[in-house]
């Protein structure tokens, strides 16, 4: 029998955690997410950049520095948050 692999911590966390290295831009798309996560992980790494006046490249970069592949990644992990916050947490597993 495998373990289960072991979840990240929650994306509010992470950002907390690093939120004294991240750069002026990144702290801006840190503070949009952390304000309004829900609308958030429906924006594509363009539209929330044009929202907060940021680079398409920032957003990205920020996605990194908490240690994600790239932002997919990160708003998919935002996605699974907002589901299991909602009581989905069983149809998006079933999803993946």
Do not use: C, N
Not at 57 to 77: M, N, Q, T
């Amino acid at each position: 029998m495998t373990s289960p692999a072991p979840s990240r911590p929650r994306l509010a966390d992470l950002i907390r955690r690093h939120y004294a290295a991240l750069t002026k831009s990144q702290r801006a798309i840190a503070d949009h997410i952390v304000k309004d996560p829900k609308g958030a992980a429906f924006l594509s790494a363009k539209e929330l950049a044009r929202m907060i006046d940021v680079s398409d490249a920032s957003v990205v970069r920020f996605a990194r520095a908490l240690g994600y592949d790239g932002y997919p990644d990160l708003v998919g992990d935002l996605k699974q948050e907002i589901l299991v916050a909602a009581g989905w947490g069983g149809v998006a597993d079933a999803a993946t």
